[in-house]
């Protein structure tokens, strides 16, 4: 069993939509949860970090953390033709940072 | 511009050539870090530096020598490629090793490397 599961996608959205991206973990040491963005042919880039449960809001994007359900959500609020990337997350137990192999997002306009 | 520089940006290789990916930052972080990205496996890290003159293996070290001679620079070095290296080649940055800082937060474009 991987550590963290993410779904691969794509996910086919239509422009305005909100959208939801999950990982699920088996490890309950971790305690930094992290999204990442990657456009095509680029590298990541750090979008927000959470720490523990809970929730963090940076403008549209809400990053959601559910320790008991072992289970971390981004959610994009009026979605974008630019949000178009996969989205990776990264768990973080302050020894072992594992990240997921990311969902592909498509917004049609 | 300020950021992560990776050079080349496709190479193909012959099994048994070795070669070395560069890696520069202009931002002065003291935290280094290289990983290969395959489908469905996600980032994994091969090796990682914390300041100048200073490595160390990551998750998947095995076939790659890194070294840092200065907080700028920070080349993978692959002693005999294999089939098994084909893979996208990322060089992250950090600003610090402790902390949030440990996150790479800073990558290059990447290297996509294939091996025949």
């Known amino acids: 069993q991987k550590e963290v599961e993410q779904d691969p996608g794509p996910l086919s959205v239509p422009e305005g939509a909100i959208v939801s991206l999950n990982c699920t973990y088996s490890n309950s040491a971790f305690q930094y949860f992290m999204w990442y963005r990657q456009y095509s042919r680029k590298g990541p880039e750090l979008l927000m970090y959470?720490?523990?449960?809970g929730n963090k809001e940076d403008g549209r994007f809400t990053a959601q953390v559910d320790k008991s359900s072992k289970y971390i959500s981004l959610f994009i609020r009026d979605s974008q033709p630019s949000d178009s990337a996969t989205y990776l997350c990264?768990?973080?137990?302050?020894?072992?940072?594992?990240f997921g192999s990311g969902t592909r997002l498509l917004v049609r306009p | 511009n300020a950021g992560v520089t990776q050079t080349p940006k496709f190479q193909v290789l012959k099994t048994g050539q070795s070669m070395t990916l560069q890696c520069a930052q202009d931002?002065?972080?003291?935290?280094m870090s290289w990983y290969r990205q395959d489908p469905g496996m996600g980032l994994r890290l091969i090796h990682y530096s914390v300041g100048a003159g200073i490595t160390d293996q990551g998750e998947v070290p095995n076939g790659y020598n890194v070294s840092r001679s200065t907080t700028e620079d920070f080349p993978l070095r692959l002693l005999s490629a294999a089939p098994s290296q084909t893979s996208v080649y990322f060089c992250?940055?950090?600003?610090?090793?402790?902390?949030?800082?440990?996150?790479?937060?800073?990558f290059g474009d990447g290297t996509r490397l294939s091996i025949l």
């Open positions: 959470t720490y523990s449960s």
């Open positions: 992250a940055s950090s600003y610090s090793f402790g902390g949030a800082g440990r996150w790479p937060q800073h």
């Open positions: 990264a768990l973080d137990s302050s020894y072992k940072l594992i």
């Open positions: 931002m002065n972080h003291e935290y």
